[in-house]
């Protein structure tokens, strides 16, 4: 199995992406969604989830298993990071269709006969782009792209270093907080730079976070949606347990158990199949090192406005051609720097709090972040994309929005490490 390198566009210059429109996703596919796997019934584990997705992904599409050449998964989405735990007995004796999903195991299980490219990529964000890459190189025609999310019982990521009792060197002021205190400290850090210049607080992200589990509890496979199916108030929000203040529990979005796939093919190829192809028309990922341990402002900002340059420039579109918007946000407190650096229905520095007391809706002249995101539907970072394909493909269901939807942008994870993408109706 491949990882490739020298496959992201990172910088700015490097003009429209050279396959724009010549690469299209034809299906869709996700399991059920869970807060956890228990580790013992077989029949909810991530390998059966991913099985699920994949042969979904397959049937949406209508392509004949025999001509998929191509499967990349995410086998580090979560599966490597857990403790070592008892293994059941033979054939399972690996973490591999149980807490991480390779491309050869998924092959196997699903029984395809002229698989030859066979990879590995990071985070679901940058997974987009480079199965797009890859099917627009001819490195496989037909591709499956599956991202699994696992979540076990005890602390997230317990395993590697996170499972030692000892925090030692720079990790002491972050690991004893909880794996995500980094993250946490940065974004919420920045958040607090963010309203101190701009003369907001975080009450303003309330309608916001209360249109999320809105539009989450439209999606069918969504964890709210199947175990916790009530809409979150006001009051909710604003009194939610404090997680590192400003942040608060409903800031946050929830780890779950679950799989997602899409089939990547050729623009000719999609075009046979079952549904309305949707066109990739550029990739775009951001990986920024901060000058120390925590990001500032100015740098965050800094890093989102490039992102936004290079999308523009990949795609050969500009902000008022966007229609359907999915930025990430698993933590709301930064997604509105995506919203202001993209200018997303005009929203500039210092208005996405204003634009969130609009109407968001997806019924509304502003239906933003039409999927619910993580927050809405659980940490499974696939809502971003999957709502923007069938946004596009009017099959949204009860989230469609009533604007005109012909291209969508979705990205997903932090504003110094995300991954993008920006989808078409049309090639052209």
Same mark, same amino acid.
């Given at each position: &199995?491949?990882?490739?390198?020298?496959?992201?566009?990172?910088?700015?210059?490097?003009?429209?992406?050279?396959?724009?429109?010549?690469?299209?996703?034809?299906?869709?596919?996700?399991?059920?969604?869970?807060?956890?796997?228990?580790?013992?019934?077989?029949?909810?584990?991530?390998?059966?989830?991913?099985?699920?997705?994949?042969?979904?992904?397959?049937?949406?599409?209508?392509?004949?298993?025999?001509?998929?050449?191509?499967?990349?998964?995410?086998?580090?989405?979560?599966?490597?990071?857990?403790?070592?735990?008892?293994?059941?007995?033979?054939?399972?004796?690996?973490?591999?269709?149980?807490?991480?999903?390779?491309?050869?195991?998924?092959?196997?299980?699903?029984?395809?006969?002229?698989?030859?490219?066979?990879?590995?990529?990071?985070?679901?964000?940058?997974?987009?782009?480079?199965?797009?890459?890859?099917?627009?190189?001819?490195?496989?025609?037909?591709?499956?792209?599956?991202?699994?999310?696992?979540?076990?019982?005890?602390?997230?990521?317990?395993?590697?270093?996170?499972?030692?009792?000892?925090?030692?060197?720079?990790?002491?002021?972050?690991?004893?907080?909880?794996?995500?205190?980094?993250?946490? &400290?940065? &974004?919420?850090?920045?958040?607090?730079?963010?309203?101190?210049?701009?003369?907001?607080?975080?009450?303003?992200?309330?309608?916001?976070?209360?249109?999320?589990?809105?539009?989450?509890?439209?999606?069918?496979?969504?964890?709210?949606?199947?175990?916790?199916?009530?809409?979150?108030?006001?009051?909710?929000?604003?009194? =939610?347990?404090?997680?590192?203040?400003?942040?608060?529990?409903?800031?946050?979005?929830?780890?779950?158990?679950?799989?997602?796939?899409?089939?990547?093919?050729?623009?000719?190829?999609?075009?046979?199949?079952?549904?309305?192809?949707?066109?990739?028309?550029?990739?775009?990922?951001?990986?920024?090192?901060?000058?120390?341990?925590?990001?500032?402002?100015?740098?965050?900002?800094?890093?989102?406005?490039?992102?936004?340059?290079?999308?523009?420039?990949?795609?050969?579109?500009?902000?008022?051609?966007?229609?359907?918007?999915?930025?990430?946000?698993?933590?709301?407190?930064?997604?509105?720097?995506?919203?202001? =650096?993209?200018?997303?229905?005009?929203?500039?520095?210092?208005?996405?709090?204003?634009?969130?007391?609009?109407?968001?809706?997806?019924?509304?002249?502003?239906?933003?972040?039409?999927?619910?995101?993580?927050?809405?539907?659980?940490?499974?970072?696939?809502?971003?994309?999957?709502?923007?394909?069938?946004?596009?493909?009017?099959?949204?269901?009860?989230?469609?929005?009533?604007?005109?939807?012909?291209?969508?942008?979705?990205?997903?994870?932090?504003?110094?490490?995300?991954?993008?993408?920006?989808?078409?109706?049309?090639?052209?």
């Amino acid at each position: &199995m491949t990882t490739r390198t020298g496959w992201q566009r990172r910088v700015e210059g490097l003009g429209v992406w050279e396959h724009r429109g010549k690469v299209a996703i034809a299906g869709v596919g996700h399991s059920p969604t869970d807060r956890r796997w228990d580790g013992k019934t077989l029949e909810t584990s991530l390998g059966a989830y991913s099985i699920i997705a994949a042969q979904k992904a397959i049937e949406e599409s209508g392509v004949n298993p025999d001509d998929i050449d191509g499967v990349i998964t995410c086998p580090e989405a979560m599966g490597e990071n857990w403790a070592p735990r008892p293994y059941f007995e033979a054939p399972y004796d690996s973490e591999d269709g149980l807490t991480l999903i390779t491309a050869e195991w998924l092959t196997k299980q699903l029984g395809l006969k002229n698989v030859n490219y066979l990879a590995a990529a990071p985070q679901i964000g940058e997974m987009m782009g480079f199965a797009a890459q890859a099917v627009g190189d001819g490195l496989c025609n037909t591709c499956l792209v599956l991202y699994p999310t696992g979540n076990l019982e005890g602390r997230y990521h317990h395993g590697g270093e996170n499972a030692s009792d000892y925090a030692e060197g720079w990790r002491q002021w972050g690991v004893p907080y909880g794996y995500h205190a980094g993250a946490l &400290m940065r &974004m919420t850090m920045a958040f607090g730079m963010d309203c101190r210049r701009y003369g907001r607080s975080h009450d303003g992200l309330t309608p916001f976070a209360i249109n999320q589990r809105r539009n989450g509890l439209l999606t069918p496979w969504g964890f709210y949606t199947l175990h916790e199916p009530y809409q979150i108030t006001a009051e909710d929000y604003l009194t =939610a347990r404090p997680i590192h203040k400003p942040l608060t529990l409903l800031d946050c979005d929830r780890p779950v158990n679950a799989s997602a796939c899409y089939l990547f093919t050729t623009a000719e190829r999609a075009r046979d199949m079952n549904n309305k192809p949707v066109y990739v028309l550029t990739h775009e990922q951001n990986n920024y090192r901060p000058r120390s341990l925590m990001p500032n402002l100015d740098e965050i900002e800094g890093y989102c406005d490039s992102l936004a340059r290079r999308v523009w420039e990949g795609s050969g579109l500009s902000s008022e051609d966007i229609d359907v918007f999915n930025p990430y946000d698993g933590y709301l407190t930064f997604t509105q720097f995506f919203l202001e =650096a993209f200018q997303w229905h005009g929203v500039k520095r210092g208005e996405a709090h204003d634009f969130y007391a609009g109407d968001i809706r997806v019924e509304g002249p502003h239906p933003f972040l039409s999927s619910g995101g993580n927050n809405g539907t659980g940490r499974t970072r696939t809502a971003l994309f999957t709502d923007s394909v069938e946004q596009l493909q009017g099959r949204a269901g009860e989230r469609q929005v009533k604007i005109k939807a012909e291209t969508a942008l979705a990205g997903c994870n932090t504003p110094d490490s995300s991954g993008w993408i920006v989808l078409g109706t049309s090639p052209d």
